[in-house]
């Protein structure tokens, strides 16, 4: 079946150490997106990646960073930098250029202990 | 000011009622509109597309004002399921950056037996 898949589902971190999320994709689209949630708010975009090799940071980018080297996987590194991380964070893929749905993942919840 | 913006709520209705929710968006070159429903720790999912001449699915009708930057949700005859957090959506056109998906904070929804 053809879908987006994060892992993992919930993460523990140490402060000071760096994280990685992962989320690939078999739907074969070109753009994908970073948000992250926190309770009772919206989504704030991370970072949106266009096609591969290539990414645009989003409203909050700071403290994260993230790599498209194929065009299935797109993941998330949160860095110490990061000085509040502990959220939901979730991903998404969609089809280039048409008007067409963002698919999601089921989401990482990252707590910071 | 936020490029997406909603009444948080929560709008408290009973089952029955028709309920409205509204959304504004600052970016006049702003290219595709959304709403979208997330379920309590769920991710989103897409709930339609808002096209100029308005759309109907069943009991949901979603309208787009180009020229007043606003976009409008209304359910009629609200089922206990339909309570969930509503989200609007939008794509902009930014230089290269034809794919960047910004979500607003959402409008929550309960309904009430």
């Known amino acids: 079946d053809g879908g987006i898949t994060q892992s993992p589902k919930y993460l523990f971190r140490k402060e000071g150490q760096n994280v990685t999320l992962s989320c690939e994709q078999n739907?074969?689209?070109?753009?994908m997106y970073w948000y992250r949630q926190d309770p009772g708010q919206g989504l704030r975009l991370i970072y949106y990646?266009?096609?591969?090799?290539?990414?645009q940071k989003g409203d909050i980018a700071e403290g994260y960073s993230v790599s498209r080297e194929k065009k299935e996987s797109f993941p998330l590194t949160v860095t110490s930098a990061q000085k509040n991380p502990t959220a939901f964070y979730l991903c998404?893929?969609?089809?280039?250029?048409?008007?067409?749905?963002?698919?999601f993942g089921q989401g990482t919840r990252l707590t910071v202990v | 000011r936020k490029e997406v913006e909603q009444d948080p709520g929560p709008f408290n209705v009973p089952e029955g009622a028709t309920v409205a929710f509204n959304c504004t968006y600052s970016?006049?070159?702003?290219?595709?509109f959304f709403w979208y429903r997330q379920d309590c720790r769920k991710e989103p999912k897409l709930l339609m597309s808002?096209?100029?001449s308005g759309n109907e699915d069943g009991r949901f009708t979603a309208q787009l004002n180009r020229a007043s930057q606003y976009i409008s949700l209304l359910i009629r005859d609200s089922k206990l399921s339909d309570s969930a957090t509503y989200l609007c959506?939008?794509?902009?056109?930014?230089?290269?950056?034809?794919?960047?998906?910004?979500f607003g904070t959402g409008t929550l929804l309960a309904v009430q037996p």
């Open positions: 970016n006049s070159a702003s290219q595709s």
């Open positions: 959506v939008v794509r902009l056109l930014a230089g290269g950056a034809t794919n960047k998906l910004i």
């Open positions: 808002v096209y100029s």
């Open positions: 998404a893929s969609r089809i280039r250029g048409f008007d067409t749905e963002a698919f």
């Open positions: 990646s266009q096609i591969v090799n290539d990414f």
């Open positions: 739907l074969n689209h070109d753009a």
